[in-house]
């Protein structure tokens, strides 16, 4: 006779299905990630993970997303340069405990609606992140008071995510030319009015 599961609260019962599907990411691979598998790594049931996901693929991208967001904060490092090099190193470090065939395995297996749901959620808690950075440079004198396109905004992130799903090799020199050769005179122009943001 097995023991009977507790109700948990919710917020418990998401964080053990979110560390369950990571340690089976990290064991099997993509491949090997089952609903079974995570309901017993998480104590819960197959219904219950069914309840909140639809596939394999959603509670993947469920879980590598909220443990990545949480877990990059805005540093204030005292200059531009150095807060979103060290965004991009933090997110860097979360993304690359798994190889890129992860990745692909998850959107091969996503559709439209829950590629779009994934990333504007990841997006809008790197939108504050980044809103941070950006309004700190500001009252530093480091960017003109030109609002920036969101696209603009998340830019580094975008060209990271690009490096992390092709499966190039993102090291400090990457991750360093993402910030000198393309976000800060990006943003530096465009917050002067130097540039048109209505043509990105």
């Known amino acids: 006779m097995t023991k009977a599961r507790t109700r948990r609260r919710a917020d418990a019962l998401m964080e053990a299905i979110h560390t369950a599907t990571l340690l089976e990411l990290s064991d099997r691979g993509y491949t090997g990630v089952s609903f079974e598998g995570v309901a017993r790594r998480a104590q819960t049931s197959k219904p219950v993970l069914y309840r909140r996901y639809r596939n394999r693929a959603e509670m993947v991208l469920d879980a590598i997303g909220q443990t990545a967001a ?46 779009d749901d994934a990333l504007n959620a ?21 960017l003109g008071q030109g609002q920036l396109p969101e696209r603009v905004v998340l830019l580094p992130l975008a060209l990271l995510r690009h490096e992390l799903l092709f499966g190039h090799s993102v090291d400090a020199r990457t991750i360093a030319d993402i910030v ?21």
Do not use: C, W
């Open 70 to 115: 949480q877990q990059v904060v805005a540093p204030h490092k005292g200059s531009l340069r150095a807060d979103v090099m060290s965004v991009l190193e933090q997110v860097n470090q979360q993304f690359s405990r798994f190889d890129a065939e992860v990745y692909r395995g998850v959107i091969g297996e996503s559709d439209d609606s829950l590629l």
């Open 180 to 200: 000198d050769q393309v976000y800060v005179p990006l943003v530096r122009t465009l917050s002067r009015g130097e540039g048109s943001g209505d043509r990105l």
């Open 122 to 142: 990841v997006g809008a808690l790197n939108s504050q992140t980044m809103g941070v950075i950006l309004e700190t440079a500001r009252a530093r004198g480091e």
